[in-house]
Every structure is written in C-alpha cells, then in structure tokens.
C-alpha cells in the first residue's frame, strides 16, 4: 500500500517562511514526477511546482523566485520551501507523486497539510 504523508504546515506571518515535506512509503519500485498543488477555499485545486527524477523543476508563475521544490530520491521525499510568502498563499497545499509498483504506474495524493499566512 503506497501512502504520501505531508507535513510541516502552519500558521506564519506574512514574509515568513515554511518547509513542506512529503514522504512516499510503500512498496515502491520507483517514482517519475513529483509535485505540490495547492486549493484555497472556493477555488479550484492549482498546480504549484514540480520536478521530474532528474531534477527538472517548473512553477506556477505566483511562486516564481520565492518557493523552491527539491527531492530526495533516496528517502522518496519531495520539500517545498516557500519563503517571502503572502497572505494569498493560504491554503491547503497538496503532494502528488507518479509512483510505479510491481502492480501498477499512476499518481497518488497526500491528505494535504493547512498553510495559513496571517498577522
């Protein structure tokens, strides 16, 4: 059974900073794609960033220079490390990963973990 599990959400003030992890665990033979998406309240779910198993990494232009994605293939682990943030980057922000097993290849979701920006 794979599971995504993120963590390191909460509560900063505007221009702060926040570190999301998600860690992949599981029978995993191995992972393409990772990302984070993100769904603030009445708004459809967006895509944030993501990088390919080699390192390649893309952004959603309201991220651009202030959040950064990385991964640990090792650990199976993917970060997100947003700094500068701003009260529009409130939300519930989610972990995806194209995970392939011995029985099948297709995305998995985290449960998501609560980014607040507020004063």
């Known amino acids: 059974q794979v599971q995504l599990v993120e963590s390191g959400g909460g509560l900063v003030q505007p221009g702060g900073s926040l570190r999301l992890s998600c860690l992949a665990s599981?029978?995993?033979?191995?992972?393409?794609?990772m990302g984070w998406y993100r769904q603030a309240p009445g708004k459809e779910r967006e895509l944030v960033a993501t990088?390919?198993?080699?390192?390649?990494?893309n952004y959603v232009d309201s991220v651009k220079g202030r959040f950064t994605i990385s991964r640990d293939n090792a650990k199976n682990t993917v970060y997100l490390q947003m700094n500068s943030l701003k009260p529009e980057d409130t939300a519930v922000y989610y972990c995806?990963?194209?995970?392939?097993?011995?029985?099948?290849?297709?995305?998995?979701w985290g449960q998501g973990t609560q980014v607040t920006v507020s004063s």
């Open positions: 995806n990963a194209a995970i392939i097993t011995t029985a099948s290849s297709r995305a998995y």
């Open positions: 599981g029978r995993i033979f191995g992972i393409n794609n």
């Open positions: 990088i390919t198993s080699g390192g390649s990494t």
